[in-house]
């Protein structure tokens, strides 16, 4: 099931869904990468990469929690540190297991949907991430991601899952790729869980806003010199109109 961001035909229903439980963002964050080690502290127009989006999340227009997930190692003090300095939860578990990170996270709260971002997206554009939550709601599903066929940029990249698919994911999934990377136990079991895949209107997935390597930090960072880190002047509609005046950027 793929659905655009601008169906108005699903959106119509929305306003009508109760807010009497809330969304979990869950940021996926460690400073333990192996491309690019402490990437996710590197600053750009001093601020690290994760209190930018940090701050951007903090505009998502529905009500949500949000809580960053980092590993239990000494080096991850200084992610805590940072996420603490935000007035923002953080919990700290298994560096390989990030599924059973999750899953703990999780425990002791009762959100009705969780919804996963990686630290490397600093630009993740909160107006996205209410459209999938919008989508999400609306379509019923177990599992919606913008990635299952990609016309986002890398960089925005958004899944949102049920909780209890989350807890069977992680009570079952067995190799280390499934438990590393959260959710391809679910999505590679789509007649088992409901899926929906969130596209845009114009095919975009070749396009690379992520930080994985100096040479992404450095292209963010030229971004964000021209458009500031600010949501409201950073925004996807204002990265694509850059790129389009920039063909040369696309991958």
Not at 10 to 21: A, D, E, V
Not at 109 to 125: G, H
Not at 147 to 162: A, K, M, S, V
Request: aromatic share 10%.
């Amino acid at each position: 099931m793929s659905a655009y961001w601008s169906d108005h035909n699903i959106f119509s229903s929305i306003n009508k869904r109760s807010f009497q439980t809330r969304p979990l963002i869950i940021v996926q964050a460690r400073l333990g990468s192996t491309r690019l080690p402490g990437k996710i502290l590197m600053e750009v127009e001093g601020k690290p990469l994760l209190q930018i989006l940090l701050e951007r999340l903090a505009y998502v227009e529905k009500p949500v929690d949000v809580l960053v997930a980092t590993t239990e190692l000494p080096r991850d003090d200084a992610t805590v540190a940072c996420v603490e300095g935000q007035r923002i939860p953080c919990f700290r578990g298994k560096e390989e297991d990030v599924l059973d990170r999750f899953c703990q996270a999780v425990k002791g709260k009762s959100p009705d949907a969780i919804v996963r971002i990686t630290a490397d997206c600093p630009l993740m554009d909160p107006w996205l991430v209410s459209r999938a939550l919008d989508l999400f709601y609306a379509l019923k599903v177990d599992y919606l991601s913008n990635t299952l066929h990609r016309t986002f940029p890398r960089g925005f990249d958004i899944e949102i899952f049920r909780p209890e698919v989350l807890n069977r994911a992680a009570s079952e999934a067995t190799t280390p790729y499934d438990r590393e990377h959260v959710t391809p136990y679910i999505v590679a079991r789509g007649n088992e869980f409901s899926q929906a895949n969130f596209i845009s209107p114009e095919d975009l997935g070749s396009w690379r806003i992520t930080v994985d390597t100096s040479e992404d930090f450095s292209f963010v960072k030229k971004i964000v010199s021209i458009l500031g880190s600010s949501p409201n002047t950073c925004s996807f509609t204002k990265v694509k109109e850059l790129f389009l005046q920039h063909p040369e950027w696309a991958v």
